[in-house]
């Protein structure tokens, strides 16, 4: 089984900074594509940012600038550098990936989500 385990969510002030990890565990062969998203109350999940097995990244407009995604792959962690924070960035955060993990005797591609880590961001 895979597991994906989020960390680093907390309160935080307007204009601040906070760093979020997700590590995968579990008998992995590889991550194919690993992203953040994050629900507000009241609103849809949307995505924040992702980054390819290759490192190219996209994000979403209202965090452009901000936010970084970034990576170890040998760590099979993945991570979100929140600056500059604002109160319209309190959600849930959750961590998502695209892994290709070992049940034997075959490896099978499957899409994961980690548990949800609330930022909370004050005015």
């Known amino acids: 089984q895979v597991q994906l385990v989020e960390s680093g969510g907390g309160l935080v002030q307007a204009g601040g900074s906070l760093r979020l990890s997700c590590a995968a565990s579990?008998?992995?062969?590889?991550?194919?594509?690993m992203g953040w998203y994050r629900q507000a109350p009241g609103k849809q999940r949307e995505l924040v940012a992702a980054?390819?097995?290759?490192?190219?990244?996209n994000y979403a407009d209202s965090v452009k600038g901000r936010f970084t995604i970034s990576r170890d792959i040998a760590k099979n962690t993945w991570y979100l550098q929140m600056n500059s924070v604002k109160p319209e960035d309190t959600a849930v955060y959750y961590c998502?990936?695209?892994?290709?993990?070992?049940?034997?005797?075959?490896?099978?591609?499957?899409?994961?989500w980690g548990q949800g880590t609330q930022v909370t961001v004050s005015s």
């Open positions: 998502n990936a695209d892994i290709t993990y070992y049940s034997g005797p075959l490896y099978q591609p499957r899409n994961y």
């Open positions: 579990g008998i992995i062969f590889s991550l194919n594509s």
């Open positions: 980054i390819s097995v290759a490192g190219s990244t």
